[in-house]
């Protein structure tokens, strides 16, 4: 059970990366409209999407068996979530069409907090005495 509910997290964090670098092209295609592009569209957007290749690469790892980078996906995961929440939320801070695409984003990163957080999850990763668990996704996973 614990492999259908990582492997749904890579998933979500695949799709967050697509969107997240989608926005980046965006934000330079749209560079020539200073309502469109502030200084915080800027700033906001590469570190998005730097922090979802991260999430992707530690989500990969902990789908292979390891709980360190399941412990960082779970951390990371909850507070990009936090911030998105709060771009989302805070009014005249960016534009609109940014926290229209950081509510899809908060959307995704809310499955993946929760899903990580499910108590079948967390008890599967908590086995085992390594720093990876011998899972069947383990045996068959490339690696990263």
Known sequence: MRNDHLTTVVKLLAAFLVISVSTVVAVVLMRHDPALVTTAVWVRTPLVAASAAVLLVLSRRAAAGH????????????????AIVAVV?????FPVWLRIEQAVCGVFMASVVVRTNLRVVRSAMAGGSGDAVATPAARHWPGP
């Open 67 to 82: 709980r360190g980078s399941f412990r960082r996906l779970r951390i990371i995961a909850m507070v990009v979530l936090a």
């Open 89 to 93: 939320a805070w009014p005249g801070a």
